[in-house]
C-alpha cells in the first residue's frame, strides 16, 4: 500500500544483468503535483530535515547520542510512526531499520534510514554525497567527477579518472586503498597519445585495415 512519501509500484522495469541493487517497487509520490505540471512552479531543493540531520551526524560522530536522537527521533515518531530510537537500536517488534543479513539496525543505521526518506529527492546528489561519506557505493562507483577531458587537453594536462574498473591489460593500473581501481595518469596520457597517432595516420590515408588507401 502506499505510505506518507512513496507508492507501491510493482516489479521493476531495470533489467537484472545490470544489478538488482538498482530495483525497487516502490516510487516517489512527494511531487506529484510539480510532476503533474509539468515540472513547473515551486520545487523543493534544500529542507530544514537536511540540516538536521547533518546535525545529528555531527552529534554522532562526537560521540553525543542523546543530541544525535533528538533529530532522529523527531521524524521517525511523527512521519514515520514508529516507536523512538534509544541508544541501543529500534524498540518495539518491527526492527526498523532491517540490514540485509535480517538483524536489527543499531543508532548509526537509523540515522542513514532516516534521513534517506527525508530527503528522497529533494536535492541533487544527496544520496551519493552521503553514500560517498557513509562508505556506502557500489564497488567501482566513482568518488567524484574528473576535470573533463576536452579541458584537460586544453590545459595541457594529462586524462585521469576516478571509479570504475579497467581491464588488467592496460599498462599502469593501480590500486587505491582508498577507493576502486583507478588509471595512473602516465598510462592514460601514453594510450590517449597513440590513439591519437592512429587517428592521425587515418585520417592521412596512411592506413586501412594495415594497408595503404586513397583519400580518394
Excluded at 55 to 75: K, Q, S
Excluded at 151 to 169: C, K, N, R
Amino acid at each position: 500500500s502506499d505510505g506518507l512519501y512513496v507508492r507501491y509500484l510493482g516489479p521493476s522495469e531495470f533489467r537484472p544483468i545490470r544489478g538488482t541493487y538498482h530495483f525497487s517497487f516502490y516510487g516517489d509520490k512527494q511531487h506529484d503535483a510539480y510532476v503533474d505540471a509539468e515540472l513547473s512552479g515551486p520545487m523543493v531543493e534544500i529542507t530544514k530535515e537536511e540540516m538536521d540531520f547533518l546535525r545529528a551526524e555531527a552529534h554522532y560522530r562526537n560521540g553525543d547520542n542523546a543530541g544525535a536522537l533528538a533529530f532522529i527521533n523527531a521524524t521517525r515518531t511523527i512521519n514515520g510512526q514508529l516507536p523512538a530510537i534509544t541508544s541501543g537500536g529500534p524498540t518495539g517488534t518491527g526492527c526498523v531499520p532491517m540490514r540485509d543479513d535480517g538483524s536489527c539496525g543499531d543508532l548509526w543505521d537509523a540515522l542513514k534510514y532516516e534521513k534517506r526518506l527525508e530527503v528522497y529527492h529533494t536535492g541533487l546528489g544527496i544520496a551519493f554525497f552521503d553514500d560517498r561519506g557513509w562508505g556506502d557505493l557500489v564497488a567501482g562507483t566513482f568518488q567524484h567527477l574528473p576535470v573533463p577531458g576536452q579541458e584537460l587537453e586544453i590545459l595541457g594536462l594529462p586524462y585521469y579518472t576516478f571509479g570504475g574498473t579497467w581491464p588488467p591489460m592496460v599498462a599502469g593500473q593501480v590500486t587505491s586503498s582508498q577507493g576502486p581501481a583507478t588509471i595512473a595518469p602516465e598510462a592514460l596520457a601514453s594510450y590517449w597519445a597513440g590513439l591519437r597517432a592512429r587517428l592521425g595516420e587515418l585520417e592521412e590515408g596512411l592506413l586501412y585495415d594495415g594497408a595503404p588507401v586513397s583519400r580518394r
